[in-house]
């Protein structure tokens, strides 16, 4: 199997993996749970878990201090990405906000073409051509929040920070680590960022888990949305790169929908038959974009 079949299969596996998220954190945000426990629960058990695991195999912990500096950065930012993406729900509409997160392959894309100078294929421009409209037709245009600037904003956020994520894996001597040990630290320094903000948000105070399956939901949303997808989003990246390994990523809501469908009796209209169809084409031409070149 080649460098480049490898990234794709870890570029689908990240997107769908983190399209769970839904199965775990709806059913805490049942429970009462907020957006700040949900995410430390995220991130301290994927930490932990992904630390043990490392112990037990004697992998890697070791890093310079440049790249513990970098890994200090990326937590900040998937920190804010995290908490841009959550706080949106107060000023805004779940399904506005969803699609317009997914700007950040674009965002990635020219990046990576104006500063990077990057050669981007025409298949790849139309690959996200195609998946714009596919995001904004499976995303639920409901009418229970108003339009609002401050969402919007909020939203831009967590995509700009986001992309600065998946850019600085790609172009730092981060890509140098290997993926586990750059994900264990990751997952570590969002978890202090995250939990120091809850300091400063009384609203959103850390709630510990009260019953059984709090416990368990704990374990899956740390281990399928988290550790999989994050260790297997950074070997993506650096097997293919961020512009690919993000139009890839499309998955994630494709597989939310599904899961809504199936576990949470959600609708399945033709709208999102016609989204489904799109992002599946643009993902298809993701992976043929290289024997495009090659031609």
Not at 10 to 19: D, F, L, P
Not at 54 to 72: E, Y
Request: with cysteine; glycine share 8%.
């Amino acid at each position: 199997m080649n460098n480049r079949i490898k990234g794709v299969i870890a570029a689908i596996i990240a997107g769908v993996s983190y399209g769970t998220n839904p199965l775990w954190g709806k059913i805490l945000y049942a429970d009462g749970f907020n957006p700040h426990s949900v995410l430390c629960f995220r991130f301290g058990v994927g930490a932990a878990v992904l630390g043990l695991l490392m112990a037990a195999k004697k992998m890697q912990f070791r890093t310079t201090p440049r790249q513990m500096g970098l890994l200090v950065m990326l937590g900040a930012l998937f920190a804010a990405s995290s908490l841009g993406l959550y706080s949106r729900f107060k000023y805004m509409d779940s399904g506005i906000a969803c699609t317009l997160l997914f700007v950040y392959p674009v965002i990635i894309a020219v990046v990576m073409r104006l500063v990077f100078l990057e050669q981007t294929s025409i298949l790849t421009w139309i690959a996200l051509a195609l998946a714009m409209p596919g995001l904004w037709l499976l995303a639920t245009m409901g009418a229970d929040t108003p339009f609002g600037w401050t969402g919007f904003w909020l939203v831009m956020i967590s995509a700009v920070t986001y992309s600065s994520y998946m850019i600085i894996i790609q172009k730092t001597s981060l890509a140098e680590l290997p993926s586990h040990t750059l994900t264990f630290y990751s997952l570590l320094f969002t978890l202090l960022f995250v939990a120091l903000h809850s300091l400063f948000s009384p609203e959103w105070r850390l709630m510990p888990p009260t019953r059984p399956h709090h416990y368990l939901l704990a374990l899956g949303i740390g281990i399928v949305p988290t550790v999989i997808s994050l260790v297997t989003m950074a070997a993506a990246i650096r097997r293919i790169g961020s512009t690919p390994t993000a139009i890839i990523g499309t998955l994630e809501p494709v597989t939310a929908i599904i899961i809504g469908v199936f576990f949470f009796h959600e609708a399945f209209t033709f709208r999102h038959a016609l989204g489904l169809l799109l992002i599946v084409a643009s993902v298809t031409l993701v992976v043929l974009a290289p024997l495009h070149r090659r031609r």
